[in-house]
DNA sequence: ACATTTGATTACCCATGGGTAATAAATCGA
DNA sequence: TCGATTTATTACCCATGGGTAATCAAATGT
């Protein structure tokens, strides 16, 4: 990887290479995404994408089959973020208001970025029939991981009886809604959103 | 109108064509709505809503002056079925936090309408810059009256003191969440949806 | 060195669909 | 009855933009 004296070498190792690829793989998607979500998915043009990198629109095809595959890839890496905290947060502790409280913030802060926001201002129409019906699944999955987490908390008593489908519809709405109007400008950090959600989201299922 | 006998006169009078003009502008705002909530606004081509009225393309030109003008249309039609629920619940009785319940239920039960569900499923970078400054207005007309019962409930002790402006956040972004995933063949009645949402989103609020 | 694969470019194709004449038919007012 | 207006139709135009073919250059590895 490096010579003696400390410099790259130029002669990149296949393993280097296939890293290579791999970032310009991202740095499309990354610029697609900015875009999509600055202008809709609609008024991008291929053209855009590849002038903002410096490249030509063909050069995208070395990489993405088109630009549904290219919006797909963008909300599959928005998803992952959201399966990894909630994979992190069934892992650790906590009761089921605890978990509920740790998905919220979570949740609440991917909707503060790009990655996030992708989930839920994205058309659904716009993806293939197959790439929805797997989005589908993934949308179940979170929803699900909601759902859980308060039937959880009432079987141990940390939240009060309640229909969880309901008491997540609730929640996740309220969370979503943060992609639409949070403004990285604005006055408001995500931390400080997120805090108070989780409060005001709970308030009324906690038993204390 | 009519004759002695009943029947309607086949000679229409100015204000019947008035009426009769109006009525098929109507039309072609229902079925282009139809559309665009079931395929998205892009996919929709105006042929489509043409063919669906049993006329061409060319004859929508006669009632809009364009594709965005129909999809503008639209927007307004839904946000005047807010306006009237909030002019109403306005001029009726009660404080604060019956207001806001009120404007719960009639929002969301908007949401499950297709002229309400248009107000959020409509992309607003789909507009023209002119467009979006009214209806960025009119937002701003709704989440107002939340914010301003809400107000007005922590004033006359029918509501906690919070901050309206967040807890306007929760509950519009729950509401406006209905339009995302209720379904007029699902399980729930709009009614019983909206009955337990009022329940739900004020329950943290109240004093009592 | 040299054939091979990879990655990027230029130049092009072409279906789509919003929008516009030119025109015809129906309706109106007088 | 007859010109004027309204409303609809047929036949187009044409900019847009996703996608492809042919080609070129550069790194690869043997």
Redesign the interface.
Known sequence: MSTATGQVSPFPTPERRRRDRSAKREAILDTALELFLE??Y??VTLNQVAERLHITKPALYNYFAGKTEILFACWMAGFEQAAEAIARIEAGPGDGLTRLRALIRDYGLLMTTPRGRCLIRF?D??FTPEQRDRISACKKQVDAAFRSWIAAGIEDGSIRP??PK??A??????????G??HRDDGPMSPQAVVD??AD??T??LATD
Request: net charge negative; aromatic share 14%.
């Open positions: 202008q809709g609609h008024h058309d129409r716009d309640c229909d309901m008491a519809f609730v929640i996740g709405g309220a969370l979503n809604w943060i639409q109007w108070d959600f005001r989201l308030k009324g």
